[in-house]
């Protein structure tokens, strides 16, 4: 839901034209309004200026930051056999130090998780199993971070954070625009919505000088009951981080159990 929004929004009919619009629009320039100053798309371009200009900001303050806590309240559809609709929450809270320092605790309907990397290795715990599992890691948390997606192991924002410091997020997209501003949680925020072959999401980066995303919403089209994926984000730039945080200690009761997937290769690289 949106808050106090400080600019009219076009309906969900329009704004869903638009896109489509965008999408299949031939090179000659064109423009397509959906209610009077509201969003003039180019279709010459495949993401509008006034949208990059957004994702630009918010690059440059993410690289801008060496520590930082971020907390989000997450929700995610679970599609059941013949299309039923279960929407699951979670509470993430990460902590952030560069280059090569992070831990992140989840809570949530599904499952417990905490991560814990210390440059040197990662480790997994899930408390209501009391199991965890550690392996060598890559030196840094970019390194970290490719090759966990690439493993297809799944830590809620830490793609969407990664892409956002190397500027990648547009990769793949079809068409993205500036829809409008609103608030959330109170903070003034652009809105942003892209279009991806299999996928649509939706962007509310903070105003202003910490340009900060605020919320993320992905949409998985082609799917049984187009299942989503919405985070909501609250930071504190200046964190009272201890040092034991990036150290995991396992209680005494829990078992350590092997780690599937290899990060490092035996030479010691990625």
């Known amino acids: 839901m949106r808050t106090q929004p400080t600019r009219r929004y076009p309906s969900a009919a329009a704004s869903c034209a638009l896109l489509l619009v965008a999408a299949m629009a031939p090179a000659p320039a064109q423009e397509v309004t959906a209610e009077e100053d509201l969003v003039v798309l180019d279709t010459r371009g495949v993401i509008t200026p006034e949208a990059q200009a957004v994702l630009d900001r918010m690059t440059a ?33 990460m902590w952030v130090e560069r280059p090569n320092r992070l831990r992140l605790e989840l809570e949530g309907d599904i499952k417990d998780r905490t991560y814990v990397y210390d440059g040197a290795k990662v480790t997994m715990f899930a408390p209501e199993l009391n199991v965890y599992s550690s392996t060598a890691a890559p030196a840094t ?42 608030e959330i949680d109170g903070v003034a925020t652009d809105h942003l919505a892209f279009r991806q072959p299999n996928v649509d999401w939706q962007l509310w980066v903070q105003k202003g000088a910490q340009a900060l995303p605020r919320k993320l919403l992905i949409t998985t089209r082609y799917a049984v009951g187009e299942p989503q994926y919405q985070a909501v984000m609250a930071w504190d730039l200046t964190p009272s981080i201890n040092a034991k945080s990036f150290t995991f200690t396992p209680p005494e009761s829990a078992t350590e159990i092997p ?10 690289t990625p």
């Open 61 to 93: 303050t993410l690289n801008g930051v060496s520590r930082f806590e971020v907390t989000a309240r997450i929700t995610r559809d679970e599609v059941l056999p013949f299309g039923y609709k279960l929407q699951n929450n979670e509470n993430a809270r």
């Open 141 to 182: 948390l970019g390194e970290l971070v490719t090759v966990l997606l690439d493993a297809g192991v799944e830590m809620p924002l830490i793609d969407m954070l990664y892409h956002g410091n190397a500027g990648s997020l547009t990769e793949d997209v079809r068409v993205g625009l500036l829809v409008g501003e609103t």
């Open 259 to 268: 780690y599937r997937t290899q990060l490092v290769a035996s030479g010691g």
